[in-house]
């Protein structure tokens, strides 16, 4: 079983910043493709990027390339994401995501992870 808690959330004016990590339980971490979702009031969950297990890789929906960074740290059982000029449209919850068994290409659908953390809510005012 593994626990993921996402922090970082918080009220950000257009054009500003927040990090938001993810802390995770065990001891395989490293072994795990992660990923961030988010979802916005009455909007299914949607992709927002993704990284491999050994941070190699990663994957960018295309509405915050440019924008959002990933990131890992194994040795700290965290992953990162840096979100940079956020927009009003960024506005939801933010979900960590974990899958066990590491592939070639990174998914993109939810029900392709089997751990999520609790969310942490990023609001951006215009």
């Known amino acids: 079983q593994v626990q993921l808690v996402e922090s970082g959330g918080g009220l950000v004016q257009a054009g500003g910043s927040l990090r938001l990590s993810c802390a995770a339980s065990?001891?395989?971490?490293?072994?795990?493709?992660m990923a961030w979702f988010r979802q916005a009031p009455g909007k299914e969950r949607e992709f927002v990027v993704a990284?491999?297990?050994?941070?190699?890789?990663?994957d960018y929906a295309d509405s915050v390339k440019g924008r959002f960074t990933i990131s890992r740290d194994n040795a700290k059982n965290t992953v990162y994401l840096q979100m940079n000029n956020l927009k009003p449209e960024d506005t939801a919850v933010y979900y960590c995501?974990?899958?066990?068994?590491?592939?070639?290409?990174?998914?993109?659908?939810?029900?392709?992870?089997?751990?999520w953390g609790q969310g942490t809510q990023v609001t951006v005012s215009s």
């Open positions: 995501a974990a899958r066990p068994r590491p592939r070639t290409v990174l998914p993109r659908h939810s029900y392709e992870y089997d751990y």
């Open positions: 065990g001891r395989t971490f490293s072994t795990y493709d």
């Open positions: 990284i491999s297990w050994s941070g190699g890789r990663t």
